[in-house]
């Protein structure tokens, strides 16, 4: 039951409310010890595009293969 009363536990503000909202909502989360890399696997894959693109694969064929945009693909391979 929420508090109705002028206690500690009451809430006044929007802002408040929010704020103990999310700290009552990570409380028992942990959080990595260092930042995780996103674009590592982003390398391994465009070196993969870039390496079929070499071969001779059609922009198409290979924003088939890894499921993005052919525009995607062709910004990956101009990027060289």
């Known amino acids: 039951m929420p508090s109705w009363s002028f206690g500690p536990g009451a809430v006044f503000a929007p802002e408040t409310a929010m ?5 009552a909502l ?6 990595p010890t260092y930042p995780q890399p996103s674009n590592l696997p982003r390398t391994e894959r465009n070196q993969a595009i ?3 693109y070499r071969r001779g694969d059609t922009l198409e064929h290979i924003a088939v293969a890894f499921d993005i945009s052919i525009a995607r693909v062709h ?4 990027k060289q």
């Open 75 to 78: 910004q990956i391979v101009t």
């Open 50 to 52: 870039i390496d079929a």
């Open 19 to 23: 704020q103990r909202f999310v700290i």
């Open 26 to 31: 990570y409380y028992d989360t942990t959080m």
